[in-house]
């Protein structure tokens, strides 16, 4: 049997299918929907299927997951959160303020690259993450890529909705390059900057990991040592499951 991995976020539901490790993905947006609702969507992911694991940062979310998931599969899934083993220790003012998938996160990190890391993850918010020996150090938190292209195109009366595509350079002779051209090196060299920022304040050299929705859109751009793992957050769930069940 096969075990469904869930990173439940703002904009995105991303789903891992695997047995240890995840064979399958899929991509859903996150609506608020009714468990009777969720769970037509996906019940051809429960076929065989025995278990799961949740890490969420949309508690209105929850209730619809654990009622489908009970009421149709007899199943209780683990949802990481305060009592549930990660293998991760969270060094922050008020550890509970940290969102479970920067914990998931955390923990693929140590259980695949063995070492430090800045955890970039681009969601709904971009937020790095340092992790020194099995312990977040503390967090930064600022606009993710979707959510400041939405916010743009909406305040913005002259300007169209357009696809991310990488611009020729950093300033566009028109406006599709333009934008693009402002928001993907925008958000590059602000990762770039902020990486080196950490390294600097912290004196330390690790391995930069970058997950997240966004992460494509930007593989291109960064810096080659950079390693992308979009699904770093289902292998970090993936690896909490096998603590707890």
Not at 7 to 24: F, H, L
Not at 192 to 205: C, P, Q, W
């Amino acid at each position: 049997m096969k075990r469904l991995f869930i990173d439940i976020g703002n904009s995105n539901i991303v789903i891992g299918k695997g047995d240890g490790t995840i064979e399958e993905t899929y991509r859903y947006r996150t609506d608020y929907k009714s468990s009777d609702e969720y769970y037509a969507l996906l019940k051809h992911l429960f076929e065989d299927v025995d278990d799961a694991a949740i890490a969420s940062v949309v508690p209105q979310v929850n209730e619809a997951f654990k009622a489908f998931m009970l009421r149709y599969y007899d199943i209780k899934p683990l949802f990481v959160g305060p009592g549930v083993k990660t293998g991760i220790s969270v060094r922050t003012d008020y550890p509970q303020e940290v969102g479970a998938d920067l914990v998931a996160a955390a923990a693929g990190a140590v259980a695949g690259y063995h070492s430090d890391a800045i955890v970039v993850d681009m969601g709904t918010a971009t937020t790095f993450s340092l992790v020194q020996q099995g312990e977040i150090k503390g967090v930064s938190i600022t606009i993710g890529l979707d959510a400041a292209k939405q916010a743009l195109v909406e305040n913005t009366s002259q300007l169209l909705q357009f696809e991310f595509s990488k611009p020729p350079s950093v300033l566009g002779t028109n406006t599709i390059d333009a934008l693009n051209a402002g928001f993907l090196y925008g958000h590059v060299y602000q990762v770039i900057g902020m990486v080196d920022a950490i390294k600097a304040t912290y004196d330390t050299d690790p391995v930069v990991l970058v997950t997240g929705g966004a992460a494509p859109h930007l593989a291109p751009m960064l810096p080659r040592e950079y390693r992308i793992d979009e699904h770093l957050v289902l292998r970090g769930l993936a690896e909490i499951y096998k603590k707890n069940r």
